[in-house]
């Protein structure tokens, strides 16, 4: 749909072209890039945040650009952030909008829209960020500008200020708009109140556990939760659920666990249970399990996607869960990154293999711009952003891609399928 077609050797990173801050053209497009968050908001227009990757006639580093792309249009607009790398945050006066509020260049984040259609950022240290389109206004809403080197945990149940996490594999919200925040590592729940500010540790223990806890598969438990891990695929379900697949996991202590995993795990918010629902256990069995295709498009309970971690995930109008590519330690691709897309149906709790995978030193078949075919591939890919829009589309923007044996390259295509 949009971007820069290079295929291998040719993967270098391609800069951004910025045009004119605000101004919609053909010609805008991000550079290439990977660990960039996204949104969509009521419009069904796609927004992108940052990342590592290459800006405007620079080499890499850290970004904090915001972009616009309208589906309709097909056009992409540079809405606020710097064309340079590293940019340092603006962060003005805590809950005071400001359009020469920006937060600073970084990799990776939780996002979620609210029912203003205002767009919220969780960076990571603990620090919150909304933005609204209608006034092109970031407020700093909560944590510090100066994160701190710590969790601060605050009292259980007790919502403050100065409370803060650190890091989280992933989020979603409820329906009073209030964030809530999965530390993995610790089995512990936060909650963020966009009204005040304050952080909340809710559940779970302020005691690094990094084995976790997998019970037995397909029965739910408050005891349960996953092993520590970094590059988890998430979604959040019809029903409110967490789901969460794979990641890369670096234990060396009292076992030795270094690599991806494949186990998948859905929690209750309301019943505060976890439940280990597919994938192996790799406390126990190891890491880097291999995949277990089956027959292309049929579901089969012993189907499953290998170990993986950077994936990309959407959720379908059906409430199943979808997922593409990452990176695996098994593949024998070159660099290790993957193509497959899978479908997990809801029903059944089945995997189903869609497509990819099973090849090596696959490249991406790019066709005729703007023109859907089924031979069209993206190619193997990691660290790729992406959204689902008001029609039901999946669309998936740039992440990184092996370019020969233990090199790779950064990307900025953007791509729609239609599921």
Known sequence: MSGSDTKPPAYVGVSGVYGTKGVAAPGNVPGARTGSVGWTDSHGNLWLFGGTGFYSGGS??????????????????????????????????????????????????????????????????????????????????????????????????????????????????????????YLDGYNAIWKFNPTDGTWTWVSGSDVFDWLGNYGTLGVGSTANHPAERIGTAFWIDAGGNLWLNGGAMNIASPVVRNGDVNDLWEFNPVSN?????????????????????????????????????????????????????????????????????????????????????????????????????????????????SWTDKYGNFWLFGGVAPSGPGTYGYLNDLWRYRP
């Open 273 to 385: 249970e976890w439940t280990w629902v597919k994938g192996s256990n790799p406390i126990t069995s190891g890491v880097n399990p291999g995949p277990v295709y089956g027959l292309l498009g049929v579901p089969s309970p012993s189907n499953t996607p290998g170990g993986r971690d950077s994936s990309a995930s959407w959720l379908d109008d059906n409430g199943n869960l979808w997922l593409y590519g990452g990176e695996s330690s098994t593949s024998s691709e070159i660099g290790g990154n993957i193509n497959d897309m899978w479908e997990f149906d809801h029903q059944t709790r089945n995997w189903i293999w869609v497509s990819g995978g099973g090849q090596t030193n696959l490249i991406p078949v790019y066709g005729t711009l703007n023109v859907p075919d089924p031979d069209n591939t993206p190619g193997p890919r990691a660290g790729a952003v």
């Open 60 to 181: 890499g580093g850290n970004l904090n650009d915001l972009w616009m792309f309208n589906p309709t249009t097909l056009e992409w607009t540079w809405v606020s952030g710097s064309k340079t790398a590293g940019a340092s945050g603006v962060f003005g006066t805590k809950g005071v909008p400001s359009t020469a509020n920006v937060p600073g260049a970084w990799f990776g984040g939780i996002t979620w829209t609210d029912s203003g259609d205002d767009l919220w950022l969780y960076g990571g240290v603990g620090d919150v960020w909304k933005f609204k389109p209608v006034t092109n206004e970031w407020t700093w809403v909560g944590g510090y500008a100066t994160p701190p080197q710590y969790i601060v945990w605050g009292t259980k149940g007790v919502p403050s200020t100065a409370n803060s996490p650190l890091g989280g594999c992933c989020g979603w919200t409820d329906s009073s708009g209030n964030f809530w925040l």
